[in-house]
């Protein structure tokens, strides 16, 4: 592979869009009310109008235009989408590290025109982790800023082992060759962006890890400006010893011995993680679950993802509720299918809190997931949907369940992520949701051993468990902190194929629990709707955690509130920061979308 030289990778037309959304950053307005919801991962910075890009042969989505042109190289170089993805999160380690790393974990569907494969590179719990991890003396909970912040909350990376699995079987390039793009940019500095500039600017806690307030700061405590020049030499060594020892590197080693001291040692929040964690961690491939609807089979991530059975029973119940009319009033959801939506959203999140976890310590409702999607489950379900709100739905009981053996996980934060589609010119195609959870994870960065500046922040995955592990009768918590196990995710990397078995669609989104409301608004645009990609990820973003109704501010007309209180809807208007990418089939090739409320852009030929 000859790689190309950065003034090559560094394209005009990325600088120009680096240029154009620093001119429309602006503060996120503040919350219209306080009710509890969950917490975007990362706050706005500004929206900047994409075209949508249509392309003939292959394409790569991505959240930074250098991530996505690195990609676009490697597919250049003859290498496949999974090739492609490799180069793509390295990237993104660098120049997005408030979202995902090589300290992270990710979920990868593949398709590889053959065989779908679900590749599960979620973080783990330490061996010495408890179910009363995040537990005070009197047994409450900590507040979750105190409990992200520190060692406490890291689990075991799987990202990078994850990605070597993953291109053993399925890469052509050799992988030392897709780490080259990453390590110039480490070395020769990347500028900063405008996202990046804002999200540190927000952040407090990242200034007090001594490492990461030096590469991130100046002396005076100001993040670098926007369009600074900044190296990260010490991710640059590390990516140096990935691309040719493998993910060994990260697992065992100074890498390795680094992690776990800097865990362990946390001035304030120690945690439990040891070098035998890392050692041990093992990716799995899982079987994707693929679900009809309408005229498409939508595949999704299976648990520990929440992601796909919960968007798949609000698209299944909204087919069975009541006709809603029109869903699309101008350039807006109408009230009637708001309502709608809410609603199965309401009932899909309460059986979301209740039975879904890591499927190697939490068995299926009924024995399989898909009881959850059942058609008649659903039909009862959606038979709840009434013309005036639930405000809180009960979980139901699918097919094969006599009781519930859990208790609902208490509403906490989730947060975090990055998402990456690409398909290549051979008709290999997959979405990859990648994290790190928190903006800048639990705050602690690693120079990996190498006594350099920057280097990589560790995840705070961890508390995407429950934090409380039963309710007050001693039922347990499906989704509590247990040893070895992976935290439930709403990551929903998307695969759609069509009748004949092609694939139409690779799509997903960050956002936390609201990953399920971005990735569903996707599909409907483009599947339901008749949307382009581009087109149905710019509509308004909207949903429910089973509480308020939740509207992205500034994007609705005062009438359809107006008429969602009238249904008795509690209505909350705040920031709903997706950061969507699909790629789309044409009749000409594909064509690509990102989201206009980060700094996302297609590539491709």
């Known amino acids: 592979m000859t790689l190309p030289s950065r003034t090559t990778l560094i394209s005009r037309s990325v600088l120009l869009a680096a240029m154009l959304l620093a001119a429309c950053v602006s503060p996120p307005p503040a919350r219209l009310l306080d009710d509890p919801l969950p917490a975007m991962p990362e706050g706005a910075s500004g929206v900047m109008a994409k075209p949508g890009w249509a392309v003939r042969r292959q394409a790569v989505a991505a959240a930074n235009p250098l991530a996505t042109e690195a990609g676009y190289r490697v597919l250049q170089a003859g290498g496949t989408a999974v090739d492609a993805a490799v180069a793509v999160q390295m990237v993104l380690t660098l120049v997005e590290p408030q979202s995902s790393g090589i300290g992270g974990g990710a979920f990868l569907l593949h398709w590889d025109g053959r065989a779908l494969a679900a590749w599960d590179g979620r973080e783990t719990a330490p061996a010495a982790a408890t179910d009363r991890l995040f537990l005070q003396a009197d047994g409450r909970p900590l507040p979750m800023a105190q409990a992200v912040v520190g060692g406490r909350s890291v689990g075991v990376p799987g990202a990078v082992r994850m990605l070597e699995a993953a291109h053993r079987r399925h890469g052509r390039l050799p992988w030392v060759d897709l780490f080259a793009p990453a390590i110039r940019l480490a070395e020769e500095g990347f500028l900063v962006s405008p996202r990046l500039h804002t999200q540190l600017a927000a952040e407090s806690a990242l200034k007090r890890d001594a490492q990461a307030a030096a590469y991130f700061y100046r002396p005076d405590g100001t993040p670098q400006p926007v369009g600074t020049r900044l190296k990260n030499p010490a991710l640059a060594a590390v990516l140096r010893q990935i691309a040719a020892r493998g993910s060994a590197t990260l697992h065992e080693g100074p890498v390795a011995a680094d992690i776990v ?345």
């Open 261 to 605: 001291r800097r865990v362990r040692g946390h001035a304030t929040n120690p945690g439990a993680l040891a070098e035998a964690d890392l050692a041990g961690y093992t990716p799995k491939e899982r079987e994707a679950i693929c679900t009809p609807w309408r005229r498409y089979r939508v595949c999704g991530f299976p648990p520990p993802s929440s992601g796909h059975l919960t968007i798949l029973q609000i698209l299944g119940m909204l087919e069975h509720a009541p006709p809603a009319g029109q869903p699309l009033d101008g350039a807006e959801p109408a009230p009637a299918f708001l309502h709608a939506y809410a609603e199965a959203a309401r009932l899909a999140f309460a059986d979301r809190n209740l039975y879904i976890a890591d499927p190697d310590f939490v068995p299926a409702p009924g024995g399989r997931w898909t009881s959850l999607l059942d058609d008649g489950y659903l039909r009862r379900r959606a038979a709840l949907i009434g013309p005036r709100s639930l405000g809180t739905a009960s979980p139901g009981m699918p097919p094969g369940v006599e009781h519930a053996a859990w208790a609902t996980m208490p509403d906490q934060p989730e947060t975090g992520t990055s998402h990456i589609s690409i398909v290549d010119a051979e008709g290999r195609a997959l979405a990859m949701t990648t994290t790190i959870e928190a903006v800048f994870g639990s705050r602690v960065m690693s120079d990996g051993g190498t006594g350099l500046p920057g280097g990589f922040l560790l995840n705070n995955e961890l508390t995407d468990f429950s934090m409380q592990p039963a309710d007050a009768q001693g039922r347990p918590v499906a989704n509590r902190v247990q040893p070895g196990k992976r935290p439930r995710s709403s990551m929903s990397p998307t695969l759609v194929f069509d009748e004949s078995g092609r694939v139409v669609m690779s799509a997903g989104s960050p956002g936390g629990a609201a990953i399920i409301h971005f990735t569903a608004k996707t599909l409907l645009g483009t599947l339901a709707w008749g949307l382009d990609a581009q087109r149905a990820i710019d509509l308004p973003n909207f949903g429910s955690y089973n509480g308020p109704t939740v509207l992205e501010a500034g994007r609705f007309r005062p009438q359809t509130v107006d008429a969602l209180k009238a249904m008795g809807h509690t209505v909350v208007q705040t920031e709903l920061t997706s950061g969507l990418q699909a790629i789309q089939r044409t009749p000409g090739g594909w064509f690509g979308g990102a989201d206009p409320r980060r700094e996302g852009v297609v590539r491709g030929d």
